[in-house]
């Protein structure tokens, strides 16, 4: 009776033994992160040695081009992304429809008439709207901010009204710490038609929303709002911006010639292009990842955010190579009219309104494809915010192999940013930034800038944070 007792008591601590380790296998512990390290090491050591990302690239950029919404060319990349992920094997590969809006920019000009004669390069804001057919010429008037120019226009308004508003907001330089300083500068490109407008201004100029220039200007979103009257607005260089300002210093009275063509034709159909690596447990449960896949109509998109919509088609290709199959859903979703509307964001929110309960991360890609830093992460809950950033930490060492990697509060992006009310954790890739901004919404955002083993580096990173994040048993922030 003993001996049987024993070997019952011996068996049954066999299996609770046995047991115990198949759930450490496949059920790493809630702090036990580093039981990915062999799937990040297998991950990391794959894109090291070439990904399909920039091939995909080159025909988004070359092949395809400048993908503003409305646009034909973002029609053909919803297309033609579609057909990729379904060669990459994934699952429910689908456009999901988006009424996004149509501007058009046409032809568009300005040219300094006095003191001498000279065309300045610019670029019409993305909104704007043209002016008549013989354009406007006018005096110009050049403010460092708006309290400038509501202090003149309110103690002399007749030299804003009737002229043109010039804001000679200067952005800061990239800091590794602070970051681009672009949320400052990019107010006056919003906003900055609106103020002129109020005190009588016949248009709006401003300076671009960068750092460092070889006279080339900046395009971007404008918006309106409700104001009725709509004044043209569009963006000069930092060289001609700060040509203007010395002349006024010196009383020189600067008069140009504006002529823009810009319309808005309404509301036309696009689509979010959506396809999934289903989870192998979980499959309800998704981490989204994401980039937006149109552009402006200027340069090529390749940083913004072409970059940054291959890199997540690629991470969904990586994992399926290396049977690496989350527990979670991944969903790859390339939004549509990020940079004039949001729309593809806000519709996607509003489609899926009824699972974004069941979100559990939704990470977006779209800083450009630099050298990795790491991610940031924000949640609405304060207390759950705390518990997510340093779970992040431990999850940016598995990324060290890539280099120095931090783990910080405050993370998410533009297009995700409408899952936020649902409580869905947000994160954002964090990458060098100290050139994005030389090329942001210029002609010269093209494929050149971007290096193929960076962007190889940018897979590894979403590809690891994505599978971990979908894998590990808790939920971000729990």
């Excluded at 994934?90 to 003191?115: C, F």
């Excluded at 001609?240 to 300002?245: N, P, Q």
């Excluded at 939004?335 to 979100?359: C, I, M, P, S, V």
């Excluded at 590894?460 to 894998?471: E, G, K, R, T």
Aim: hydrophobic share 40%; charged share 25%.
């Amino acid at each position: 009776m003993v001996r049987c007792a024993l070997k019952s008591f011996a068996f049954a601590a066999c299996v609770l033994w046995a047991s115990v380790v198949v759930a450490r296998t496949d059920e790493p512990a809630q702090h036990d992160i580093a039981a990915y390290r062999d799937a990040a090491t297998r991950i990391i050591a794959h894109c090291e040695k070439g990904t399909d990302g920039y091939r995909k690239l080159a025909h988004l950029c070359d092949d395809i081009g400048p993908r503003l919404s409305g646009s034909e060319n973002l029609e053909k990349a919803v297309a033609w992304t579609q057909e990729e992920l379904r060669r990459d094997g994934l699952e429910n590969v689908r456009a999901e429809k988006v009424m996004v809006p149509r501007w058009v920019r046409g032809r568009e000009s300005i040219e300094m008439l006095a003191p001498r004669r000279v065309s300045l390069p610019m670029l019409g804001l993305g909104g704007s709207v043209g002016t008549p057919p013989e354009g406007i010429e006018a005096e110009v008037i050049c403010v460092p901010n708006e309290r400038e120019l509501k202090r003149i226009a309110e103690a002399t308004p007749e030299k804003v009204a009737g002229k043109i508003v010039l804001f000679n907001f200067p952005m800061p330089p990239y800091d590794p710490v602070r970051g681009s300083g672009y949320g400052g500068a990019v107010r006056f490109r919003s906003v900055g038609a609106r103020w002129a407008a109020g005190y009588g201004a016949v248009a709006s100029l401003i300076r671009s929303c960068t750092a460092r220039s070889l006279r080339s200007p900046h395009t971007g979103a404008m918006d309106y709002g409700d104001v009725r009257k709509r004044i043209p607005a569009a963006a000069l260089s930092i060289e001609d911006v700060e040509m203007i300002a010395r002349l006024q210093e010196r009383g020189v009275p600067v008069r140009v010639k504006i002529s823009m063509e810009a319309r808005d034709e309404g509301l036309v159909p696009s689509a979010n292009v959506v396809a999934e690596l289903r989870g192998r447990e979980k499959p309800d449960e998704i981490v989204v990842i994401g980039g937006h896949l149109d552009s402006w109509d200027v340069g090529q998109g390749a940083l913004d955010d072409g970059g940054g919509s291959v890199t997540c088609m690629e991470v969904l290709n990586v994992l399926k190579k290396l049977d690496l199959t989350p527990r979670r859903t991944i969903r790859v979703v390339l939004f549509t009219n990020e940079e004039n509307g949001l729309a593809g964001g806000k519709q996607y929110a509003e489609d899926h309104k009824d699972e974004l309960a069941r979100h559990v991360a939704a990470i977006e890609h779209d800083s450009g494809v630099f050298q990795p830093q790491g991610f940031g992460v924000s949640l609405a809950d304060e207390e759950k915010q705390k518990k997510a950033v340093e779970r992040l930490g431990q999850i940016v060492k598995l990324l060290e192999p890539l280099g120095p990697m931090k783990a910080t509060p405050g993370g998410g992006g533009a297009d995700i940013s409408a899952m936020r009310p649902a409580g869905v954790p947000l994160l954002g890739a964090d990458v060098d930034g100290a050139t994005y901004f030389d090329y942001h919404h210029t002609h010269a955002d093209t494929i050149d800038k971007v290096d193929p083993k960076l962007l190889d580096k940018n897979v590894a990173a979403m590809a690891v944070v994505a599978y971990v994040l979908a894998d590990m048993p808790e939920r971000l922030g729990d």
